[in-house]
């Protein structure tokens, strides 16, 4: 299986036995609206706005034996494509450097 990275950094796998990059080679974003929730924003005293999302823009068509590494954004508005992952983030997932930069992840996550 091959993995291609379409997020805007360089991702890197700690798994049990091996380290894994995968470079970037381009962005997959989602395009939308933003719609402001006025009675929201008359509670809260500040702006504040839905996101309502159109496209995925970046993203490649599927291909045999490949896996595309994207946003969790993308990844939540990609549902009717079974080929993309994102990287888990998540604190079981994470590895930080002493300072708490994100140095890399230990696994993926799928819709």
Known sequence: MKLRNFTPHRVIVYAENALARFESEGIARVVGKSRRVNWLEKELGY?????????????????????????????????????????????????????????????????
Do not use: W
């Open 47 to 111: 702006p504040c706005v839905r996101k309502i999302y159109t496209q995925i823009q970046g993203l490649p068509e599927p291909e045999p034996d490949t896996m595309y590494i994207v946003s969790l954004i993308v990844l939540q508005a990609a549902k009717n494509r079974s080929d993309i992952i994102c990287p888990d983030t998540g604190p079981e997932s994470c590895v930080r450097a002493a300072d708490g930069t994100i140095m890399g992840i230990r696994r993926f996550q799928a819709n």
